[in-house]
């Protein structure tokens, strides 16, 4: 059973930063995507960034310019950096990874981002 750990959310202010951390276990050798994503109260899930296999990143247009997906390999963990948070950027926060090799589909237990005004 693959497992993802995710870490770094809390309490801040607008307009200051926060780092998410996604720690999977074991090896990936070819994956489909790895993604952040993110659900407010009464909102539906919503795709916060993503990794596409072949390197392609993607961003939900209203964290363009503020937040940064990458990943680093060596410690099987994939971060979310977040600047100039907002309040509307309040939610439990989720990772994900759809792996190819090995083939699974897993989900991180969420972790909660709150911006105070």
């Known amino acids: 059973q693959v497992q993802l750990v995710e870490s770094g959310g809390g309490l801040v202010q607008a307009g200051g930063s926060l780092r998410l951390s996604c720690t999977y276990s074991?090896?990936?050798?070819?994956?489909?995507?790895m993604g952040w994503y993110r659900q407010a109260p009464g909102k539906q899930r919503e795709l916060v960034a993503s990794i596409i296999s072949g390197g392609r990143i993607n961003y939900a247009d209203s964290v363009k310019g503020r937040f940064g997906i990458s990943r680093d390999n060596a410690k099987n963990t994939v971060y979310l950096q977040m600047n100039s948070l907002k309040p509307e950027d309040t939610a439990v926060y989720y990772c994900?990874?759809?792996?190819?090799?090995?083939?699974?589909?897993?989900w991180g237990q969420g972790t909660q981002v709150t911006v105070s005004s």
């Open positions: 994900n990874i759809d792996s190819r090799i090995p083939r699974y589909e897993s």
């Open positions: 074991g090896s990936i050798f070819s994956f489909n995507r």
